[in-house]
């Protein structure tokens, strides 16, 4: 019995020495979560409950030249409510006037609302979504409602906001502006402008700092941003809106026409090398064209005869040859290493100049001038291509430029078609931006300049940075060359391949161009036809330089000639820039009385003006671009919603204007 019991006491001491063992482990534990990681464990905590929230900053506008709103950022809302933050006594006080408020605003039954908020605080619903895709004015009345007013603790409204970008004027020059977007795998993305300046246009985020409330739903904590957002800078393109449109709608009008698969127009000032308009459409399942590839900046490929300026400039400034040799064409028809070279004239031109087989667009005549001078010495030709910067790409800011295709001498892939090949246009690789350029050069006296898309960067009316004319080339010809040159390109629009397109109106020079593409794959069953047209206007002091593009118009009537496809956008253009744009003429002997009479009304006009400017205008019913043009000229700033005309402004009409504020227009 002795011996059964002390096996129990020590059976007792053992079970008491493993609990005090066990209650030794937890008090170190304890110590240590308490003392030792306890600002690990608070902080864990506390990261799971309450977070920072990116706020995305608004992005800086994107400008035309004349001032129209291209791209902006637009504030988009959305409202819940947290039905268990209000106290019941304001809940039951608020609630009938908080439903017939929001009744009015979303245009729901009152009674709709009554019952939705009731269920929610009766279910204690801490996310109730109340409404989204809300706009600025929206917002702004639905934060001022019963109950919401008394913000996030008091009245249970919790406000959720993301920023969309808008384009103003729509699909129009779409490419070109461009976006910026995150890929599937959350790599950044973009193109255009938009993506090119991208460093200027987005601003700084800002932190919001959340509190969970319930599995996946968050809640800020105060009213106020930790760090609140700072707007990116404006940028100012080049683009005029009326080109653009004019170029725009010329160049669907004849892609519609013909059929055509795709297309690309650019309009450039000449001495500046600032792009004024540039369109690119591309054909769709259902016929309808729409921008999705900017085929002016991307889209490298054979150009085919406008490529004859260069054998043209070559030959002049090398002074091989003069505009007045003559040349046979052999019935059409020449042969190198037994391939041929063919006119698209049946039966050939007979014996013609160089000058007069330029502006027929001559296949056998510039072949022949070309490869009879440089036959022996072929880089001779080639090292002035690659001088002109034909060889290499533009280094333009915008992604995915071209890169054009020159054959050397030194390739093993030269061979002895190589040269009567580039002289007509094939065997060659470039894009319609670089031709452009080339042909810009030669419209701007031989003085070649970067194409600009955008001019400035600014912050609301401060200046961060101007681009100013970058030259490329000061001279890439001799004057001489250059006077030769204007000379057959005025005359292919008088009596050449384009004298279809003359008017004795206005003045246009430039060249015809028509490419046979693909015609070495599948035997030639796969190849179609690039129309394009390039020159400047007026023809005598060239302010504009224009490129027109079309791929694969339809050959049905056999009409897919540069001059009949391209040349008639290119014509249109001109045309509109000349008869449209606003004119100043000099008026010489004006009456003095008459005189005396405008300077009064310009001074009542300027004094008028001054009282006006100091009150906001009503731009209700005004188009979204004229509105942000007039606010503009006032010094104000302006924020876009929505496309169309103004249907809202956020301060009344009437009211004094502060320059430093910002108003919200919102377009039907």
């Not at 599995?215 to 404006?234: A, F, S």
């Amino acid at each position: 019995m002795a011996v059964e019991d002390k096996n129990i006491s020590y059976r007792i001491y053992l079970v008491a020495f493993v609990v005090f063992l066990m209650a030794i482990a937890i008090v170190i534990k304890l110590t240590n979560i308490q003392w030792v990681e306890g600002d690990y464990y608070r902080k864990l905590a506390k990261e799971r409950t309450v977070r920072n929230f990116v706020i995305p900053a608004n992005k800086g506008n994107i400008y035309s030249a004349d001032g129209s709103l291209l791209a902006t950022s637009i504030p988009n809302y959305e409202i819940r409510f947290d039905a268990v933050a209000p106290k019941a006594e304001a809940f039951e006080k608020n609630v009938k006037p908080l439903a017939d408020s929001l009744s009015l605003l979303l245009r729901k039954p009152s009674g709709f609302f009554l019952n939705e908020l009731r269920k929610a605080r009766a279910n204690k619903n801490r996310y109730y979504l109340v409404a989204r895709d809300l706009s600025y004015t929206e917002f702004i009345k639905i934060k001022g409602f019963p109950l919401f007013k008394l913000g996030a603790y008091k009245g249970g409204i919790i406000i959720e906001q993301e920023t969309v970008r808008e384009h103003p004027i729509g699909k129009i020059a779409e490419r070109t502006i461009g976006y910026e977007r995150r890929n599937p795998d959350g790599t950044p993305d973009g193109k255009g402008i938009e993506w090119a300046y991208r460093k200027y246009i987005n601003g700084k985020d800002g932190k919001i700092l959340k509190q969970k409330i319930a599995k996946g739903q968050w809640k800020p904590i105060r009213d106020v941003n930790e760090v609140d957002p700072q707007d990116g800078y404006d940028v100012i393109s080049t683009i005029d809106v009326f080109i653009q449109d004019i170029a725009h709608h010329a160049l669907l009008k004849q892609l519609e026409e013909y059929q055509a698969d795709h297309g690309c127009v650019v309009v450039m000032e000449t001495q500046t090398g600032k792009i004024k308009a540039i369109s690119n459409l591309g054909r769709a399942n259902d016929g309808s064209y729409y921008e999705t590839t900017n085929y002016a900046v991307a889209e490298s490929h054979e150009p085919g005869s406008t490529y004859k300026l260069v054998d043209l400039m070559t030959l002049l400034e090398d002074k091989k040859i003069d505009t007045s040799a003559v040349f046979d064409s052999h019935g059409g028809v020449v042969k190198y290493s037994g391939k041929s070279v063919r006119d698209s004239h049946t039966g050939g031109y007979g014996k013609i100049s160089l000058a007069r087989g330029f502006e027929v667009s001559s296949n056998t005549v510039m072949v022949q001038a070309v490869y009879n001078n440089y036959k022996n010495n072929p880089s001779e030709f080639v090292n002035h291509i690659n001088s002109y910067g034909l060889n290499k790409c533009l280094g333009l800011p915008i992604k995915g430029e071209g890169k054009p295709y020159v054959p050397q001498p030194s390739d093993k892939n030269w061979s002895n078609v190589s040269l009567p090949w580039m002289a007509f246009g094939y065997g060659v690789s470039i894009t319609p931006l670089q031709t452009l350029t080339f042909y810009n050069s030669v419209a701007n006296n031989g003085v070649m300049v970067k194409p600009q898309f955008v001019s400035e960067i600014k912050e609301w009316n401060r200046t961060i940075k101007k681009y100013n004319t970058e030259v490329i080339n000061p001279k890439v010809c001799s004057k001489e060359t250059i006077l030769k040159l204007h000379a057959v390109l005025e005359n292919v629009v008088k009596k050449g391949t384009a004298s279809k397109l003359y008017s004795k109106d206005f003045s246009m020079a430039g060249k015809t161009g028509t490419a046979a593409a693909n015609y070495r794959t599948n035997g030639g069953a796969d190849k179609y036809y690039i129309s394009s047209f390039v020159g400047y206007f007026p023809a005598d002091k060239p302010k504009y330089s224009c490129i027109v593009v079309v791929h694969k118009p339809n050959t049905s009537n056999n009409n897919y000639y540069g001059a009949d496809v391209a040349g008639p956008v290119f014509k249109r253009i001109a045309q509109k820039i000349f008869t449209d744009a606003p004119s100043t003429n000099e008026i010489k002997n004006i009456d003095r009385k008459i005189l005396k009479q405008e300077n009064d009304y310009d001074s009542y006009f300027a004094k008028s003006q001054k009282q006006q400017s100091s009150i906001v205008p009503n731009v209700k019913g005004m188009s979204g671009m004229d509105a942000v043009a007039l606010f503009g000229n006032l010094g104000v700033k302006v924020k876009i919603i929505g496309i169309g005309k103004v249907k809202t402004q956020s301060i009344q009409a009437g009211e004094s204007l502060d320059k430093n504020t910002t108003i919200t227009l919102e377009l039907s």
